[in-house]
């Protein structure tokens, strides 16, 4: 499950909606489920489960994404600004043909505007849209992080199938780099060093 859930769940709950679902995906979620019913505010959970889904393939979820989005009447799909948010989120726009909005870092006026860097973080923009249904994409350590309850809550849960006719290309496999760090993406703090430590063997002190 991602670690950035509950930043996720944090942000969609300023879009002043008055239920937010979960949608899970993978090859046997059970384990996913059962840690998506202890976050509070969700109204149910949909659940994919395909071995096509076991690594999430970009035309796969955007695929699936769009069934969901159109078959539930959802007007906004929320996500991080992960490299899976990325991928997927325009593959959606392109599918239902509207516009994301990517890397917003503060939700105003009740969720009608966003505000987002620009000019390599330089600047801050406000913007909003007048697509039906609004894609989004959030740094996830801008937004409070909504944490777990120490028992599930008991959501309803609805099933949804992969779509696998039409998808072009296929996974291969997954390269990750390995760190002992945390993730920048999920960090609670980030603390880098630069020009002011002079050499290389200052850097330890970063540690």
Request: net charge negative; with cysteine; charged share 20%.
């Amino acid at each position: 499950m991602s670690p950035t859930l509950g930043s996720i769940l944090s942000a969609a709950g300023q879009l002043n909606d008055p239920q937010v679902d979960v949608l899970v995906h993978g090859d046997g979620c059970d384990a996913q489920v059962e840690e998506v019913q202890k976050y509070p505010g969700i109204g149910k959970i949909i659940v994919a489960s395909d071995p096509v889904l076991q690594n999430p393939y970009g035309d796969f979820m955007s695929k699936l994404a769009q069934q969901v989005v159109q078959s539930g009447g959802y007007d906004k799909v929320v996500s991080a600004s992960s490299g899976f948010g990325k991928d997927v989120m325009p593959r959606l726009g392109g599918l239902l043909d509207v516009q994301a909005i990517t890397d917003i870092i503060e939700i105003t006026d009740g969720g009608q505007k966003f505000k987002r860097p620009v000019y390599a973080g330089n600047a801050v923009a406000t913007v909003s849209t007048s697509d039906s249904t609004k894609l989004l994409t959030v740094r996830p350590t801008n937004f409070e992080k909504t944490e777990q309850a120490a028992a599930g809550n008991g959501y309803p849960v609805e099933n949804a199938t992969a779509i696998t006719e039409g998808v072009k290309g296929s996974w291969k496999q997954n390269i990750v780099s390995k760190s002992d760090m945390a993730d920048l993406g999920s960090a609670k703090f980030v603390v880098s060093g630069g020009r002011g430590l002079k050499n290389g063997e200052n850097f330890e002190m970063l540690y």
